[in-house]
């Protein structure tokens, strides 16, 4: 769901598969779309589908991954180290 409500299930939130993605982002660096959506699906189920792309899209929009359009893959992007 994209706008919650009271009967909000959590792990169909935007915020709750965009986390799931950075965690699976962050331990394999680089995934293609549609082997992101499978493992994303294996926990998510069929309400995946709604929620997907918004959370690809929050996720794009914080500065967190990366797409390479020649690859169809996203990547993740670490922070950049401040040095005090």
Do not use: C, W
């Amino acid at each position: 769901m994209l706008k919650p409500t009271k009967h909000l299930n959590p792990d169909t939130s935007v915020l709750h598969v965009a986390a799931r993605m950075l965690h699976l982002l962050n331990r394999y660096r680089i995934q293609p779309y549609d082997v992101l959506y499978d493992k994303l699906h294996k926990g998510t189920g069929d309400d995946l589908r709604e929620v997907f792309l918004p959370a690809l899209g929050f996720l794009f929009l914080m500065g967190k991954i990366e797409y390479h359009e020649k690859t169809d893959s996203f990547e993740f992007r670490e922070a950049p180290q401040v040095k005090a």
